[in-house]
């Protein structure tokens, strides 16, 4: 993991004191409502329907086991006792007070932590793939480059009033685990023919109001050059984007406005006056920024041993087998595996942890997984590197904890965004939905026997929850002063990425799961030769899950 | 006098902004004119330079500004809303790209907290939205002690000076 210098160190300490004096001159009335704004957003605070919301940054999603403690800590210490994971890997608080943020923000500083430019019209926190330097299929570990380019964004003074919030993701793995295809900027690190390592770049894509897959700019731009690159594509966006009205403002009406040849092309001509200049990366510094991501001290087990006591324990125990074949992911280290905690049990909102719960993560990471701890976009925990020998005893202390539920990538394992509970922009509770969900296919055997599904819940548009993206997705409207929800089908966030198309008219809450009922009953009815929901959805058309649904019951 | 901070001092101002039409004469004085009212008026803007200086609106880039842009003795980037970040690519451009050493001005309504930004950028001159003192302002100048990017206060990243 990065670790922080001195300096690092004494830039975090001065943007807290920064803020500090910028909320007491807010309480004295010497900044304005709207001046303090963007202040406050970009140290994470927003104003929720209920209390002030905290967004802390995981940078990347990678955390210590003295992090989540620190964690624990400022929840029991200025909030309720828990806290939320979201969709970008970042952690929020529900209900800080605004006097007590810069506090909170100076605990946080002590194990470096902040929650710089988690809100508001700059560049957020870089995500990518939670099993980064573990997993199979990855040619490049992308933390590295995550960590430099976290350290460009951090404070750049020429993008921190941007037309719109800017969301950047970075991917080196076959599969894409960090949907690069609908941020504002993708990043895939890969190699070219000559060996170099660099970046195909992919721009416009997002969700929100108008979701829209992105496009390839450049096909190869070495790594040297990553961070004057971006420097010309978000001054091309600073200069060009709209800024009269905010829902045309985001790079990606942008680039449809331009075509991304067009916007290509001038962002290649910003590029000629500054490339090669001091913002080149060092080798030096590609290699420092690597020597925080090495591999831990992996022991050599007779892997051979390892499995089969391991096939041994899944057939003694059924539970155990079901939690392995659900919750864990393969390694690229022979006698280890990474163990997905999930935080979707039911009854609780997804991605919802208790204080005692992030001390147990904590704890958990320092005898399981060297120390370490990584937060994912579908809200859950992983403990990267668990030696194979040691699933069984982690997964009983795990079940008391909560985090067993063995249903990852299945219908229960669903992303909701906070939804009307929390957020003031909701149009709809998006929690209660989840539940009711869950409740209602509470059987394990008809949830695997669907294999992976995606269903994905956002309040309102914005899509936090990215509806636009699941195999099913729901979206809370407002219809009158009421409550409705749309439902989406066939959404794909990965490689072959796709946008869901709206079903039809929208349902009350009380129907929503009859009608998923529905949805999944044509699926297992129609389905051949183990097809995946998508697939299914694809061969059979939109029109035909359409007619289902809005059939009369006679 | 208004004030404004200039160099890290609050100093008076003795700058005006008329609204020109492009056929009027210059007024008397240190006027700052539009650029349409600049490129307009060049020959008899050249007899009295050191007089004249040119507010940019955050359309304005400067590519089109036409004479000699170095020799401009005050550039001023209009904030409409002091949350129009475009006045920040534009002041890096003016210093970095055209080379411009003279004083480069914020008006309109930049905030106190944006001084730090605004002075990387290339920005020496201020002239803050009304309601803020400019004499307690000074001190969000120097809110952080180092930087990560290169920028105009800082053409060296970072990480080429550490060792
Ligand atoms: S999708 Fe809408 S309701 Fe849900 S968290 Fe985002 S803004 Fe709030």
Redesign the interface.
Known sequence: MYIY?K?DQ??IE??V??FRG?TERYLNGE??EE?FL??RLQNGLYIQRLAPMLRICIPYGMLSSKQLRALAEVTRKYDKGYAHFTTRQNIQLNWPALENVPDILADLADVEMHAVQTSG?CIRNFTTDQFAGVAKDESIDPRPYCE?MR??A??????????RKFKIAVCGSETDRAAVRFHDIGLNLIQNEQGETGFQVLVGGGLGRTPVIGSVIREFIPEKDILTYLDAIL?VY??NGD?NNKYKARIKILVRALGPEEFAKRVEAEWQ?IKD???T??EE?IE?AKGFFTEPNYQSFDADQAEQALSDQASQDKAFGRWLERNITEHRVPGYRSVTLSLKPIGVPPGDVTSSQLDSIADLADEFSFGEARSTHEQNIVLADVETARLYELWQKLKPLGFATPTLGTLLDMICCPGGDFCSLANAKSIPIAEAIQRKFDDLDYVYDLGELDLNISGCMNACGHHHIGDIGILGVDKKGEEFYQVQLGGCQSNNAQLAKVLGPAFNRDEVPDVIEKILSTFVEKRVDGESFNETYHRLGHDHFKEVVYAKDN | MPKIIKDAAVIDDSWQMPELETTSDLPEGQVLVSLEYWNANQEDISEVADRVGLVLE?TE?PDQIEGDLKAIPVIAVNFPI?????G???G?LLRE?YGYEGELRAVGSP????L???S??GFNAFQL?E?YNPEEALASLN?????????VDQ??????R?S
């Open positions: 210098d300096i004494q830039i001065d943007r004191t920064q910028q900044i304005r001046e963007p202040l019209n430099i350290q460009w951090t404070f750049h003074p020429e993008f921190a009033f941007l037309p001054r600073n200069l800024r006056h200049g001091p913002a990366l060092t510094e420092r | 955050p880039t002091f949350a129009d970040g475009r920040f690519s534009i890096r790209r905030i106190r907290d944006q730090t930004y605004l990387r950028v939205a309601h809110d952080f002690s180092d930087s990560y990017q290169v920028a053409p060296v990243p970072l990480f080429r550490k």
